[in-house]
């Protein structure tokens, strides 16, 4: 009990509260990974890792390169640093500087520029005016224009005379397409001589090489061709090659049935084509789609090889190709009213087209 009095216990206590500092000033000199960072705290100029929180989906806005943070020491255990919110002030070390150096800005469009299709597509572009920056430098861009009579020294415009002028449209020619049953990466760039060029890429049957962007110049866009197109639509613009699969169905049919004075009960063909996302036929798989022709209203039959004749519904399984062929069967001896039909590819996902245009006429026309 009396060793309790003496003062060096005393002492020994004071110390090791001390120690066991909670919080201090730092500013933020590097962001190493996901979960820890490196700060400079007051009076040093090492630098120092800490760990910041991982509860969050996105970093915290105060988690910044150069920014002021609060260092916590969890429990008080000098060994274990957390960053645990924005700091009071940047501390300013003995050695080296207060801040760190100012990062590279990275070369990119920094407003407008967009590449869009014309209206009605073409073999052209429309490039917006805007800014771009390469290597530190920021560039203004004032478009593709065109067809501008400019008034200089030696115009050919004659005083007392109406000159033809265009319209100005910002536009840029693309190069040729590639020939059918190819794709093609191109690509749109501009560098530092505020000059757009154009890159052709290698065409290829399936999953085209992208080109690369030179030195000193950035990507305004890629253009993704498919070969016997002939122009190109917003579809094309910025989209990736995926590998073709059928997305949507075509159908082939008289917009007029004729009356017939010879058969009561005559027949016209309706088919359905299969195409992909890039707008082409493609062939059912080896393992098939089955297809259905329904008749949603109206009088007569539907036919199919498969299942013949019925009043409603016929069906068949394509094995390959990229089409199906049905017949509708007109009953002039009853009170015809107008056909609505269904076509239905059990693809995945399943696929629908409709023929809603045909109509019945009668001998009188």
């Known amino acids: 009990m009396r060793s309790a009095r003496r003062k060096f216990l005393g002492r020994a206590i004071d110390r090791s509260s001390k120690s066991r500092v909670e919080s201090r000033d730092g500013v933020l000199w590097a962001i190493d990974s996901d979960s820890s960072c490196r700060v400079k705290i007051q009076g040093s100029n090492e630098l120092i890792t800490c760990h910041f929180p991982r509860n969050q989906k996105a970093r915290p806005s105060w988690l910044r390169i150069g920014n002021a943070v609060r260092i916590s020491h969890r429990g008080g255990v000098r060994?274990?640093?957390?960053?645990?919110?924005?700091?009071?002030?940047?501390?300013?070390?003995?050695?080296?500087?207060?801040?760190?150096?100012?990062?590279?800005?990275?070369?990119?469009?920094?407003?407008?520029?967009?590449?869009?299709?014309?209206?009605?597509?073409?073999?052209?572009?429309?490039?917006?005016?805007?800014?771009?920056?390469?290597?530190?430098?920021?560039?203004?861009y004032l478009g593709e224009n065109t067809g501008y009579p400019l008034m200089t020294a030696d115009s050919t415009i004659v005083m007392g005379s109406v000159p033809v002028m265009g319209l100005g449209v910002p536009s840029f020619e693309l190069a040729a397409p590639p020939a059918e049953g190819y794709f093609r990466y191109d690509l749109i760039v501009i560098g530092a001589d505020r000059v757009t060029d154009y890159i052709t890429g290698t065409p290829a049957t399936s999953n085209p090489p992208m080109p690369g962007v030179p030195a000193n110049h950035?990507?305004?866009?890629?253009?993704?061709?498919?070969?016997?197109?002939?122009?190109?639509?917003?579809?094309?613009?910025?989209?990736?090659?995926?590998?073709p699969r059928a997305t949507s169905l075509t159908t082939t049919s008289d917009a007029e049935f004729p009356w017939s004075e010879s058969d009561d009960t005559p027949e016209t063909d309706i088919s359905v084509q299969f195409r992909d996302q890039y707008g082409r036929l493609i062939s059912a798989p080896s393992t098939g789609w089955k297809v259905t022709f329904t008749k949603i209203i109206g009088t007569g039959q539907v036919y199919s090889a498969t299942t013949g004749y019925d009043a409603d519904e016929a069906s068949k399984t394509v094995l390959s190709g990229s089409s199906a062929s049905f017949k509708y069967q007109r009953d002039q001896l009853a009170t015809e009213v107008q056909p609505y039909f269904m076509l239905t590819v059990e693809s995945s996902p399943p696929l629908h087209a409709f023929v809603m245009n045909m109509t019945l006429l009668y001998a009188l026309g």
């Open 218 to 243: 950035i990507l305004l866009n890629f253009i993704l061709w498919v070969g016997g197109e002939a122009t190109i639509t917003s579809e094309r613009i910025g989209i990736l090659w995926t590998v």
């Open 79 to 140: 060994g274990y640093l957390e960053v645990s919110g924005q700091g009071r002030a940047i501390p300013q070390p003995v050695l080296g500087s207060a801040l760190p150096p100012a990062g590279t800005t990275a070369d990119g469009i920094i407003e407008g520029m967009v590449v869009s299709a014309t209206e009605p597509p073409s073999n052209s572009v429309l490039i917006s005016a805007g800014r771009y920056r390469i290597n530190g430098t920021i560039y203004n």
